[in-house]
Nanobody
Framework: VQLQASGGGLVQAGGSLRLSCAAS????????MGWFRQAPGRGRVFVAH????????TYADSVKGRFTISRDNAKNTVYLQMNSLKPEDTAVYYC?????????????????WGQGTQVTVSS
């Protein structure tokens, strides 16, 4: 599956952004999806995961209660709604797809990645 992320930008602390990730192909619903982020000089870290049906979501503690992952299988798209943004949320955000049937938060379990979209939160 090929992934194309969009929706990043510059926002003030406390603001909101919604990221989108469009997938190609007709098998999108067979993939669980994740969002990861990578700040300058740091590794890629888990942000959120959503099951194939969308019924199960998992979040990193750092974003729980502020970010919401969702998907629309009819549109082959996964979203990340980010509210109450903080300067420490500044990073390049990546969407990724996995065929794992269990919830996984490790980048190595995701076989397909989007190109990344920059999110910058100013204080």
């Amino acid at each position: 599956v090929q992934l194309q992320a969009s929706g990043g930008g510059l926002v003030q602390a406390g603001g909101s952004l919604r990221l989108s990730c469009a997938a190609s192909g007709r098998t999108f619903s067979s993939y669980a999806m994740g969002w990861f982020r990578q700040a300058p000089g740091r590794g890629r870290v888990f942000v959120a995961h959503i099951s194939r049906s969308g019924g199960i979501t998992t979040y990193a503690d750092s974003v729980k209660g502020r970010f919401t992952i969702s998907r629309d299988n009819a549109k082959n798209t996964v979203y990340l709604q980010m509210n109450s943004l903080k300067p420490e949320d500044t990073a390049v955000y990546y969407c990724a797809a996995t065929t794992s049937v269990i919830t996984t938060t490790h980048p190595r379990d995701f076989g397909s990645w989007g190109q990344g979209t920059q999110v910058t939160v100013s204080s």
